[in-house]
């Protein structure tokens, strides 16, 4: 039920020197479906790296999960370049028949998201999102459902419904059902599955792991937690089993951070597991984080009542270059 | 005891792109004794601005401390030059005679500290605080101590023995005893008192506060806190009454961070605090910060092993411009 995309932004409405680089840059998360062989994963960022004025920030791979999220940032014309390179290499490379992992999907390049980062409007990413899907759908023959900002139908602004029944599901009604066809490329699914492209603001993917055996345990939790079953705003969670002996994890995505801070959903699972009695274990950052989410939770350690981007040298520097 | 200056630095030994600007930076953290006329205060920071290619980062008054904290960055050339010109501002603005504050300080700029930042080396601190302190010895007539990094003599290593018994008892003794003799400028002291200037490591300057009248809770807390009564390696405390009732605060500076970061100092206040049954209050910090003091606190609140520049989007977006 997680998307384990995260591509958090920079602030909005604060504009960046054209002299740092591209005036506008935008980042792209891709969640591909293979976490266990690192050679693939290699392979799929460096084609979306071969392309002029990308920079991958960061590849995190889940063997539990059996996925890979990357998080790729440029500009316009490089991203939207970068990210079908990777398509191309991604649903090429991965055979969805016989993925088995613990998190849902219906593809080998299951999700990818583009996400406004400094001086790019949300309307620009669902332009990309569009473009790109249209291309993956017609030159690599693979079906694209558009999500959140991108979606073109109302059901599918939530990911969780593109996703329902996953791939087995998908497989057994993308050619009757009409509500299941796909918004670009065939009604049927080959070895690469499908692809979910979407525009979206920024997220943060974050793991709490709890010290017990029963992820029935960690899906109580989830579902006191997530915004879905009344818990907290932005928030969505599902329960997972991993790898680890007697470690289950509470798998988070953070969509409105403004609204419910990392720290503050972090803090209600500890609360949860503490009234199962059950110790938390270290916790895990799937992708990257914006500064604000960070600055909050500094704030919060150290009981200030807010810690802002000015008083952090690194990034007041980076403030003061832009002016 | 505290001196109430902060600049962090930059993580040494990464190299930046000397595209982004001058390739050394360095920061000067000026200590004045002035933190209620914001018109006196606001001409020293003016003094330093104007001088091409210096940022004012951070002017931090406090008006319980009669003290204000100025955070200015740039290359060599830069600062020592608005180092001198702020000094000649603050020197010639504040009479140190009829200042009344809760904090130490031997003159109107009480202490002027060179702290290196990416690309700069203590050595090249060290010579600039002697070439500024000379500069402001000969041509302000202001006796000046090095100090820190920057000392001449093993004793004024530490800070505190340079501000022994403040500007008073200064005044009684600068003419008498050779140990109180100025390492620069006339053995007497004018209406700006004396100066310390110093080069040293980046430090950080917090303030916790605790919901009680009795400034004793905090001295006694200070002490258990603070390495020079047996507490936390590089952390440095006072107990100092504030205006707001029924407030007194924990002043701390914290001079290794890798040794104790902010947050496990915090943390240890906390723990004195309950244990004499006060309350902790919002802290305060002074100045600014490193990004890698922001990053220790925000996981120890998210429960995270370790949080990494590269896993902060800005941070890592700076990383791959210098790259």
Redesign the interface.
Known sequence: MTDRDS????EHGRSRAPA??PAT?L?CVPNVSEGRRPEIVERIAQAADGVTGI?V??VHSDSDHHRSVLTI?GNRVAVEEAAFRLADVATRSIDIRDHRGVHPRIGALDVLPFVP?AGTSMESCVDVAHRVGRRIADELGVPVYFYADAALRPEFRLLVNVRRGEYEGLLASIGRDPTRAPDAGPRLLGPAGATAVGARR?LVA?N?HLRTSDVAVATTIARAVRSSSGGLPGVQAIGLPTSRSGIVQVSMNLTDLDVTP??VA?ERV?VEASRHGVE??????V?????T???A??A??????S?G??????????R??DA
Chains 1, 2 share one sequence.
């Open positions: 591509q958090p932004d920079v740092r680089g840059l980042a920079r920030l960061d940032v980062l920024a974050f709490v990392l720290h972090v500890r938390v274990a270290e916790s895990e950052l992708g990257l984080m914006p500064a989410t960070t600055l939770a500094a919060a350690a150290l009981g200030l009542p810690l981007a000015r008083q952090v040298v690194e990034l007041a520097l980076e003061a270059h």
